[in-house]
DNA sequence: CTGAAAGCGCTTACAG
DNA sequence: CTGAAAGCGCTTACAG
């Protein structure tokens, strides 16, 4: 029934050694006796167990995901950038999601420590101490995903935030001319957040609106706090002229709030957001927003990922690449 | 540097059987024995090497799951429901989707015929006679989820297209009283599409509707399919007093076309969906829709997989579980 | 309860 | 170009 490399071996009159160099597409084999033992194998159904291979090669063509709980929209985005790349070079991928049941340090030590995969792709909001420790320790080559915290020494993959919300918040101070602008941030421990903020002061700051043009309140990045946020906003005595909501998701609850107490956008306020995600372009009228290219960082990481698996050096060096964003224009900021 | 079974024996004064079989957690080890290999293990920083394991052993402690390329929404939520289960079972999970660089096939070929995954979770739309060889030939475990075509012979965990159609249509008769019906049908090749279609004939017949109550376009699943079906059943002289779309995608399209006609929902026409998406919710009015338990599903699979891995016998059995959905309402429908 | 040894299915340096 | 043999790091039936 089950059908190995010895009995291939056998049947095409050769030894195993042949047939695992056929198999590794050695060139070291005749073309005759290449033909030969393919043939046997196709009659005998015969695949090369990838588990024995991984064994002797020590190398398990395999590479680990490690993703945060909270990526919500991303999430497929990221895994088809990753899985397309990985797939094109004939590598495998192990997903592995923390969730209520498990955290991301318990995931990469596992991933890292056991010989189950060859590199990992990291993609936390935060590297704390422990992780970094992990990461140091392993000899196994690991790629950082929009990582935040202490990232240096380690190869990372971000998303250009700063120049995201700088130039959405040129735009509405540019092309629209607004005075003021208020902004709804995300989580103050979260560096995708820290930098769309910065972005937003500094486009003020370009345009000189930084003293009477600035109106901040925190935010979280979810629905209600940006329910919330864009209340407190428009409750101010001075309303804002235009309000950037440091991601999508608050936008869509600045929308609902915008609904209830009947405030028009563009009209009465404008709003714009920042991922792009998918609902976007969905809400009346279609935010205004930045697109983060997700497949592409996924695909690049992978690209990158293998190069430090197949060559040794590469893994040594640090190594950062931001990719950029670009804008992506609805209504909701005033735009035809 | 690297520390492996041999040198923790050694160490700790043991053979590595011992030491295997403390990691096994044999009751065979007297437990002085234990703590004295646990220590050292802990010293030397051991772990056990999973693909060593998995050779010796012939299991992997791996599931596949292959899914297909467009389950947009839902593929979080059915990688979140199978990754959490199988973390608890302490199982690695092996994700493909099929993509622009590949198919169903090949990944399902890949994973049965190797020695990689120890069973697989297929999320197809439609079994054809190929895949059905496949699983058939293959001697590993398969569950199916909501799979359509020949799935006989196989384990499968689907929703209840049919109950959940059937509800959401009733509920428009029943509690609003509409007479006239349309529905935006799904693809004609897909099961779920389907099994829709059924449960609305189903409710129409039952309250005496299907003569001059229904009214039925060809849809897609798509925003765009929604969208131009909603004004083809519009257009027609008898308009009709509530739309069924078969799913909430293409309900999306018909929010849309609704807004570009000025035509008001619920008052001028009722609306609803299938599949309660995430993005539903913030529709206005609120979707009324049918939840779909993707995550469950998932998580269900996974536990009968690993049953069947762990007891051959399950293997031979076909199966099938049928999860009920539920109505979601909301004020699409004409709910306050 | 513990150990020596065979075996899991490959790869690859070495010798020819 | 090809083969015999050691080795990858474990598990487990067998013997004690």
Redesign the pocket.
């Known amino acids: 029934m089950?059908v190995?490399?010895k009995k291939v071996a056998e049947k095409a009159g050769?030894?195993?050694?042949?047939v695992?160099?056929v198999?590794?597409n050695s060139?070291?084999?005749?073309q005759p006796?290449k033909d030969k033992v393919l043939k046997i194998s196709k009659e005998l159904n015969y695949i090369?167990?990838p588990i024995?291979?991984s064994?002797?090669?020590?190398l398990t063509d395999t590479i680990g995901v490690v993703l945060p709980d909270l990526v919500g929209e991303f999430f497929m985005d990221i895994i088809h950038g990753i899985d397309e790349e990985a797939y094109k070079q004939n590598w495998f991928v192990l997903v592995s999601s923390s969730h209520s049941k498990r955290n991301i340090l318990e995931t990469l030590i596992e991933f890292m420590g056991s010989g189950r995969v060859d590199g990992v792709i990291l993609m936390a909001p935060q590297i704390d101490e422990r992780i970094n420790e992990i990461i140091r320790k392993s000899k196994r080559p690991i790629v950082l995903i929009n990582a935040g915290g202490d990232t240096n020494n380690n190869a990372n993959f971000k998303v250009d935030n700063f120049q995201g919300a700088y130039t959405i918040v040129e735009h509405l101070i540019q092309n629209h001319s607004y005075k003021i602008i208020g902004m709804v941030e995300g989580p103050k421990d979260n560096y995708d957040a820290i930098d769309r903020s910065n972005g937003y002061y500094k486009a003020l700051q370009k345009y000189g609106l930084n003293k009477n043009g600035s109106m901040v309140v925190p935010g979280d990045f979810s629905v209600e706090g940006g329910y919330h946020g864009f209340k407190k906003l428009i409750s101010n005595k001075v309303k804002p002229d235009a309000i950037f909501m440091a991601n999508d998701m608050m936008a869509v609850g600045a929308y609902q709030a915008a609904k209830e107490l009947k405030i028009r956008i563009p009209e009465d306020i404008a709003l714009v957001g920042f991922d792009d995600i998918y609902l976007s372009q969905f809400l009346h009228p279609r935010l205004t927003t930045v697109h983060v290219p997700i497949a592409e960082l996924g695909s690049k990481a992978v690209i990158h990922l293998l190069g430090m698996i197949k060559d040794k050096k590469l893994k040594k060096k640090s190594f950062v690449e931001i990719l950029s964003t670009c804008l992506v224009i609805g209504g909701s900021c005033g735009c035809a």
């Open positions: 089950k190995d490399i050769v030894s195993i050694a042949t695992s160099r198999f590794s060139d070291l084999v005749r006796t090369p167990n024995a291979r064994l002797s090669r020590q």
